[in-house]
């Protein structure tokens, strides 16, 4: 799976947009750009996925650049208990080594602000 | 529909030891994946049972190992427990085992 690079830390303030950036320069053509969320102690939280194009769900945005090398999460309006660690991660969905296998980097610790 | 259940939620244990967590999966999914959380290391993949048989493994010494039951619980063992074995064990659970993970609330292991 492809490395991605995201900033450690971020914070945003209650009812504005947080835009998580992550960039993942070297990902193929078959690797889906997945984002998680962990609150503090408990398990990660499947929050959005997509390939090529921009998805949205009632959780959040994904912006996918056309050339695939980047990506943002964007929380519309964040509320404080938004306040996690995003995981961006770059995985393959063809089989063999990717069959449950969530690589995980050390992601973005946001921080909601009141 | 019941998420994925873990058990238990604490163990404290020594050094030498072994132990054993059990993880219920949602149901109807036939995937479970096992994950290893320290603060040094983060969040590391360990292994992924699917329908009885372990079919994908990440880079952990023999001490650790799993199995799958027919209902498509599991179990993670690990023999002869180090201090550094001190984590969060989660696990997660989906249809396949290439597509969205529901994760468990993990067992906070704790090796005196």
């Known amino acids: 799976d492809a490395k991605t690079t995201q900033p450690p830390s971020m914070d945003c303030a209650e009812g504005r947009a947080a835009n998580l950036p992550c960039n993942h320069s070297?990902?193929?053509?078959?690797?889906?750009v997945y984002w998680y969320r962990q609150i503090h102690s408990q398990g990660p939280q499947y929050i959005i996925h997509?390939?090529?194009n921009n998805e949205t769900n009632e959780m959040a945005s994904l912006i996918i650049t056309e050339d695939r090398k980047s990506s943002t999460l964007i929380l519309p309006h964040a509320t404080l208990r938004d306040t996690a660690v995003y995981y961006c991660?770059?995985?393959?969905?063809?089989?063999?080594?990717?069959?449950?296998?969530?690589?995980f980097g050390q992601g973005t610790i946001l921080t909601v602000h009141p | 529909k019941a998420g994925v259940t873990q058990t238990p939620r604490y163990l404290i244990k020594t050094r030498g030891q072994q132990v054993t967590l059990s993880c219920s999966p949602i149901s109807g999914h036939r995937s479970v994946s096992w994950y290893q959380q320290t603060p040094g290391q983060g969040l590391q993949f360990l292994f992924e049972y699917f329908s009885e048989t372990q079919r994908n493994k990440g880079n952990f010494p023999g001490r650790f190992s799993g199995r799958q039951f027919s209902n498509s619980r599991s179990e993670m063992n690990v023999s002869t427990l180090e201090l550094g074995d001190s984590a969060l064990y989660l696990c997660a659970s989906s249809s396949w085992g290439d597509g969205e993970q529901f994760f468990g609330p993990g067992t906070r292991l704790t090796v005196l």
């Open positions: 997509g390939l090529k």
């Open positions: 991660i770059a995985r393959s969905v063809v089989g063999g080594t990717s069959y449950g296998k969530l690589t």
């Open positions: 070297t990902i193929s053509g078959n690797e889906y």
